[in-house]
């Protein structure tokens, strides 16, 4: 059977969905988390996260900061911070303590959020980088 390739997306509707690197269980970090890609966290982290990629914080992970900016947010675990992300998705297991501003919010029934939510329009989505802060 003959496979027809997918061209490759444009990077503007490529999702940002993959993950490069992961802080497992019974790790604890501090500092800052800065990059390109996306990354897992199942661990401890505190300090500031600065990704253009996706954030993914696992089931057994606890994020304390004072600010994320990413790409995307996916939270199954807990976070003590504001969260400055095009997309943000909170689990039926997650947990925010914080302000949210997003261009997309989605939950599941049982997820906790507990802060502001700015939603904003799909020209201003773009979480800006600490070099592009406004």
């Known amino acids: 059977m003959l496979r027809k390739e997918n061209p490759k997306l444009p990077d503007t509707i490529r999702p940002a969905a993959k993950v490069e690197t992961v802080l497992g269980p019974g790790i604890a970090l501090q500092g800052t988390l800065t ?3 996306g990354v897992r966290l199942e661990g401890s982290f505190e300090g500031k996260i600065l990704l253009e990629g996706l954030l993914v914080v696992g089931e057994t992970a606890k994020v304390i900061s004072e600010e994320i ?5 996916s939270v199954a675990g807990t976070i ?3 969260i400055v992300a095009s997309r943000v998705h909170i689990t039926r297991t997650g947990r925010v303590w914080g302000d949210v501003s997003t261009g997309s919010l989605s939950t599941e029934e049982g997820g906790f959020l507990k802060g ?5 329009d799909a020209d201003d989505s773009e979480a800006p980088t600490e070099a592009g802060e406004s």
Request: aromatic share 0%; no cysteine; hydrophobic share 30%.
């Open 80 to 82: 003590q911070a504001n």
């Open 69 to 73: 900016r990413a790409h995307s947010v």
């Open 35 to 37: 990059g390109k890609g």
């Open 116 to 120: 502001r939510v700015q939603m904003q």
